[in-house]
T-cell receptor, first 115, second 108 residues
Framework: KAGVTQTPRYLIKTRGQQVTLSCSPI?????VSWYQQTPGQGLQFLFE???????NKGNFPGRFSGRQFSNSRSEMNVSTLELGDSALYLC??????????????FGPGTRLTVT | AQSVTQLGSHVSVSEGALVLLRCNYS??????LFWYVQYPNQGLQLLLK??????LVKGINGFEAEFKKSETSFHLTKPSAHMSDAAEYFC??????FGTGTRLQVFP
């Protein structure tokens, strides 16, 4: 079974631009979560989608948004990029959003650099 | 609300020595707890998880963790470190909430 895939793997953008990252979950997984990983901050939860609906949201500004499609693929968008948005963005999938005991399966991440 | 604290952002051990990575949690309901490992340039992968079936949980690569409710802890251990264990380790509570990570270095 194929794992979680994320595209692109690396991205360089300029301050003020916007960016869209893509995530394809494991087949059969309907929950997709997004995380921002930076040195010293660990993984900070952005949001979780299930059945095309945002189910949980972290404490990030409105510049960060996401969506999920009917095939469970998900995208996240960051508008008006700031230098502090440089990070590794990880996507994870799991079977369901509502079961707290379900583990997550992570993709390799997209490394975003904002200059 | 749930939260998790990992004590020590960096841990260094010699090859063959005991590995102990500390994790304390806070949860208003019985928690589900996870340990994940991240190797360089990769995503996270599950090492083990606690779902209340047993307090001592065995995972992959010889790692295990013990749930101690009285101490609100879920520390990760391995009796003998291997060079290949060098990575970053994350503790998580209830699927979505992660700690800040502990980077494990293993010296020969």
């Amino acid at each position: 079974k194929a794992g979680v895939t994320q595209t692109p793997r690396y991205l360089i953008k300029t301050r003020g631009q916007q960016v869209t990252l893509s995530c394809s979950p494991i087949s059969g997984h309907r929950s997709v979560s997004w995380y921002q990983q930076t040195p010293g901050q660990g993984l900070q939860f952005l949001f979780e989608y299930f059945s095309e609906t945002q189910r949980n949201k972290g404490n990030f500004p409105g510049r960060f948004s996401g969506r999920q499609f009917s095939n469970s693929r998900s995208e996240m968008n960051v508008s008006t990029l700031e230098l502090g948005d440089s990070a590794l963005y990880l996507c994870a999938s799991s079977l369901s959003h509502s079961v707290r005991s379900y583990e997550q399966y992570f993709g390799p991440g997209t490394r975003l650099t904002v200059t | 609300a749930q939260s998790v604290t990992q004590l020590g952002s960096h841990v260094s051990v010699s090859e063959g020595a005991l590995v102990l990575l500390r994790c304390n949690y806070s949860s208003s309901v019985p928690p589900y707890l996870f340990w994940y490992v991240q190797y360089p340039n990769q995503g996270l992968q599950l090492l083990l998880k606690y779902t209340s079936a047993a307090t001592l949980v065995k995972g992959i690569n010889g790692f295990e963790a013990e749930f101690k409710k009285s101490e609100t802890s879920f520390h990760l251990t391995k009796p003998s470190a291997h060079m290949s264990d060098a990575a970053e380790y994350f503790c998580a509570v209830d699927k979505l909430i992660f700690g800040t990570g502990t980077r494990l270095q293993v010296f020969p």
